[in-house]
């Protein structure tokens, strides 16, 4: 399944080297701020197109958490993350996933396959809490009340 003939132009280049930089969960458009800086007449069209054929071959992930934008992440180890319920912010969970517990999924991802009759891709699994800037703000505003 790997490298699907993943050509790495000057464009894929730059737009896996910011996403990398970043370290974090950035969406197609945040990224396009950040390319254009390198490559002024990149268009959002092509960084979408771009990204959509690095996580294809595998270089990137591609997260769709919950309702919000679909967001790419640089790291393609698999781990969790944790999703701000009321801002959308997306953080790395530091979860380590240990054998037993890849065991574990390992023999739920067979059972959902064979109740469903899915092939098994992948998983996805997220956290949801009230990051800490948003905690703060809410602090905040009680006490101004
Ligand atoms: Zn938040
Ligand atoms: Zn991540």
Known sequence: M????CRMTNQRKVILEELKKSKEHLSADELYILVREKLPNISISTVYRNLEA???CGLISK???GKTQKRFDANVKPHFHIR???CG???DAPFVIIPEIEKVIQRFEASVSKLTGYDMKGYQLEFLGICP???ESMKKQKTEQ
């Open 2 to 5: 790997q490298n699907k003939k």
């Open 54 to 56: 690095l996580s294809e």
């Open 63 to 65: 997260l769709e958490p």
């Open 84 to 86: 701000c319920v009321n």
């Open 89 to 91: 912010r997306l953080d």
């Open 133 to 135: 800037k948003c905690k």
